[in-house]
């Protein structure tokens, strides 16, 4: 399995932007879909996932209300829809999924995809 993140890029606060992850070697109907992301000298930290139905979703704090986790399985892709970005958001977004359908525990995810820089201006 691997996933392929795209859609990063260089906003200013207020902005939107939209991730994608799409999945290769797998299906993702069979997959919990997160995202993750990590800013300079701090640690990876979870942002959203979803189940593998997309039907149950789970935010970190930071992001809820702003930032929306979605899945199209037919494309075999993930979405990570964010609004209002803040300084605070610049990081390296990672995507990943997880074996376990209905797994939203940030330790349940196995594939990662090689991460997308967002960089909000203030």
């Known amino acids: 399995v691997q996933l392929q993140a795209s859609g990063g890029g260089l906003v200013q606060a207020g902005d939107s932007l939209r991730l994608s992850c799409t999945l290769s070697?797998?299906?993702?109907?069979?997959?919990?879909a997160g995202w993750f992301r990590q800013a300079p000298g701090k640690e990876r930290e979870f942002v959203a996932a979803?189940?593998?139905?997309?039907?149950?979703?789970s935010y970190a704090d930071s992001v809820k209300g702003r930032f929306t986790v979605s899945k199209d399985n037919d494309k075999n892709t993930h979405y990570l829809q964010m609004t209002s970005l803040e300084p605070e958001d610049t990081a390296v977004y990672y995507c990943?999924?997880?074996?376990?359908?209905?797994?939203?525990?940030?330790?349940?995810?196995?594939?990662w995809g090689q991460g997308t820089q967002v960089t909000v201006s203030s």
């Open positions: 979803t189940i593998w139905s997309g039907t149950r979703k």
């Open positions: 990943a999924a997880s074996s376990h359908p209905y797994g939203l525990g940030p330790h349940q995810f196995d594939y």
């Open positions: 070697g797998g299906t993702l109907s069979s997959y919990a």
